[in-house]
Nanobody, 123 residues
Framework: QVRLVQSGGGLVQAGASLRLSCTAS????????MAWFRRAPGKDREIVMS????????YYVDSVQGRLALSRDNAKNTVHLQMNNLKPEDTAIYYC????????????????WGQGTQVTVSA
């Protein structure tokens, strides 16, 4: 089993930056695929980015390209979502997720989830 604990988030103005972090425990981190999802008010949950076991990141929301970057620190069992130039449309609850299936796209079975963290961006 994998436990995911998130940190970061908060309330910022448009154009500001935030960094979300997700730390995993319970299994070897280097082989875990991870992703960030978000659920905006009144909308369905969507996958934002994923990163595979080799550190390759993938974007699933066009509007975040150039503003969001996903990286992993295997030594600390942690992934970071750096969010720059935030926009009100980024307001959502953000969840990190993981799987042990060597799968890092939207079709994966994401078996483990963090507790979620609120990101609010004011205009």
């Amino acid at each position: 089993q994998v436990r995911l604990v998130q940190s970061g988030g908060g309330l910022v103005q448009a154009g500001a930056s935030l960094r979300l972090s997700c730390t995993a425990s319970g299994r070897s981190f280097s082989t875990i695929s991870m992703a960030w999802f978000r659920r905006a008010p009144g909308k369905d949950r969507e996958i934002v980015m994923s990163i595979n076991w080799s550190g390759e990141a993938e974007y699933y929301v066009d509007s975040v390209q150039g503003r969001l970057a996903l990286s992993r620190d295997n030594a600390k069992n942690t992934v970071h979502l750096q969010m720059n130039n935030l926009k009100p449309e980024d307001t959502a609850i953000y969840y990190c997720a993981a799987n042990l299936n060597y799968c890092s796209n939207y079709l994966c079975a994401w078996d483990f989830w963090g507790q979620g963290t609120q990101v609010t961006v004011s205009a």
